[in-house]
């Protein structure tokens, strides 16, 4: 046998499985026919599997397994595949009909032979036997991908058991009807978003090519420290991470990621590791054109990991803009700690506490006290703490709001003192000012991070929020869309534009504040503390019918809600008058 075909390959693929319900049934009625209705199915099935850039893997009687480089292409594949079969199959007696179930998985597959096999696979054929009939189940690391599709919906069907996986996956009904609120949902420019008048960049996560999927983190790691030295150079105008990490585990098309983004310039790369060793490529690609810059490779042990992400930005800034001295790109440099461990901790909570949801903020709270635990004068992850348990006085999730504020700005100060030029440190600092409504504080330590990093979304965010509780709507506005043009992907996009509906709210303007909030919930309908918010502005937009659904959706997520409890949550709005007077037209209890 060719020794090729024992080769194995690892590789992040988003993987579509499918087979046709209740076909022993259908073949023991009529096998002829049902074959023959198989066949003709199967010719759609494999023409747009094609037609959306995938692979026929694996096929056995009636199921089919192919692997796609985007879970966006996937979905979009197994929607239309339903479509057109459901379309072929119209005039068929219901009973007669061959009707595939389908599910859609992105994860690590090995490759032997053109099969595929792994732990993705399995999640993917689990999907697809929970599928009901002519539906499309997906889970929770494809919907990641897909969630801002303006054209598709989602049911969440909650966690479930997948045999021979040690965690539960959250699954998703794919649905083409919208949900209340998706007609308002941003889509995607359709034009390309004008290049700025400065050296524009993003920086896309590396693939990790190591055996072990767990080093994943390293990747993401070495991107952040990058991106943070970039953005700190001012002369340079830099995507945030929100919106550069959309594109992990895709296959990109760099023009077309700069048409998405407004960037000239993407940086993308890969890190090895091997025991202590450490390999990573990098490449500077020129969108307008597609053309390579420069690429180069920097090997050291895992201990040089600073010097390593160091060496790849001075070499960007060297490409791009030879003027720029290196004397900032070292004022630019992070406080670095002591405890590599600690950093691998701090590396592993980031994501977890950028994802609102309350499992993952849970596990990204671990990981940061472990590393304040392993190095306690690591200022970051003290930050990062502070942010998750910021989230949940936010977002509801507590049952001692008033202690968790305390801790928040207990956390944010200390980590302060440690560092105290630390733009993401600082905002995390503004944070907790705004809890506690020192607004002006707030303020301060926010214009800092700025002007250490004029490039950080989540900085002018803040701002924006902050602005808002300043009664300054028209500042907040113009902070928020700043946000938005430096992070246009951002998955935490509907947050922005929550802030946006507050601005309307404080300047009376409750239509615009019901329409921006809409158009957030569209995007994130799960983000159901919001509609604290959306009560209110009904209320007062005299639509005192949606004002009561929307307290009901409410109250079906927080039995036990209260309006003293809501108005201080954000004592900035809970001082408005017409925040309380909308709660209570909707019948919320004082």
């Not at 979009?76 to 599910?103: K, M, S, W, Y």
Request: proline content about 5%; charged content about 25%; glycine content about 6%.
């Amino acid at each position: 046998m060719d020794r090729q075909e024992h080769r194995i390959e690892r590789r992040l693929a988003a993987i579509f499985a499918a087979d046709v319900a209740g076909y022993s049934r259908l073949m023991s009625q009529d096998e002829i026919g049902t074959l023959r209705t198989l066949t003709s199915h199967r010719e759609i099935m494999d023409g747009l599997i094609t037609e959306y850039r995938g692979r026929i893997a694996n096929t056995a009687g009636d199921s089919v397994l192919a692997e796609f480089p985007s879970a966006v292409d996937a979905v979009q594949c197994a929607v239309a595949v339903q479509e057109a079969i459901a379309q072929v199959a119209h005039d068929t007696p219901e009973n007669r009909r061959l009707q595939f179930r389908i599910g859609v998985h992105v994860g690590d597959v090995m490759v032997r032979g053109g099969d595929l096999l792994g732990d993705g696979v399995n999640v993917a054929a689990r999907l697809e036997s929970l599928a009901e009939p002519g539906n499309v189940y997906i889970s929770d690391a494809a919907h990641t991908y897909v969630r801002r599709s303006s054209t598709l919906g989602f049911d969440d069907l909650g966690p479930r058991e997948i045999k021979n996986i040690d965690e539960p996956v959250r699954v998703y009904r794919v649905t083409t009807s919208p949900s209340p609120f998706s007609g308002l949902a941003q889509a995607a420019p359709a034009k390309a978003l004008p290049l700025p008048d400065k050296p524009s960049i993003a920086v896309l996560p590396f693939a990790n090519m190591s055996r072990d999927p767990d080093h994943d983190y390293l990747a993401d790691g070495i991107v952040e420290e990058v991106l943070a030295a970039l953005s700190r150079v001012r002369s340079f105008f830099v995507i945030s991470r929100s919106s550069s990490f959309t594109y992990k585990g895709k296959a990109v098309d760099p023009r077309e990621v700069g048409r998405e983004l407004g960037v000239r310039y993407i940086l993308e790369g890969s890190i090895r590791r091997s025991g202590q060793r450490l390999r990573i490529m990098a490449q500077l690609i020129d969108t307008t054109a597609g053309s390579h810059v420069w690429s180069d490779r920097y090997d050291g042990e895992v201990s040089d990991i600073f010097d390593l992400q160091d060496r790849v930005t001075e070499s960007v800034v060297g490409a791009i803009e030879p003027r720029i001295t290196l004397s900032e790109i070292e004022r630019a440099k992070r406080k670095r700690p002591d405890n590599l461990d600690a950093y691998d901790c701090v590396m592993r909570a980031f994501p977890a506490l950028w994802s609102q949801e309350p499992d993952e903020i849970a596990e990204g709270l671990r990981f940061a006290r472990e590393a304040m635990r392993l190095d306690p004068a690591y200022a970051l992850p003290k930050a990062l703490a502070a942010w998750g348990h910021a989230q949940d006085v936010v977002y509801t999730r507590t049952a001692t709001p008033d202690e968790d504020r305390e801790k928040v700005f207990r956390l944010a100060q200390e980590a302060a003192s440690l560092d105290n030029n630390d733009p993401l440190i600082l905002t995390a600092l503004a944070t907790a000012y705004s809890l506690l409504g020192q607004f002006d504080l707030g303020l301060a330590a926010v214009e800092k991070a700025l002007a250490l990093d004029p490039n950080s979304a989540w900085a002018w965010s803040r701002s924006g929020y902050l602005h808002v509780y300043k009664s300054r709507p028209e500042r907040a506005i113009e902070h928020f869309e700043r946000a938005i043009r430096l992070s246009p992907l951002d998955p935490m996009h509907y947050n922005t534009l929550f802030g946006i509906a507050g601005a309307h709210f404080v300047r009376a303007d409750y239509e615009e504040a019901v329409r921006w909030i809409e158009k957030g919930l569209a995007e994130k309908p799960s983000a159901v503390w919001v509609y604290r918010f959306l009560t209110a502005a009904y209320a007062n937009a005299g639509r005192i019918e949606d004002a009561r659904w929307a307290a009901s959706k409410l109250r079906a997520a927080y039995p036990s809600i209260t309006i003293s409890q809501i108005v201080q949550v954000v004592p900035a709005l809970g001082k408005l008058p017409a925040y309380a007077d909308g709660l209570r037209k909707a019948g919320l209890p004082e």
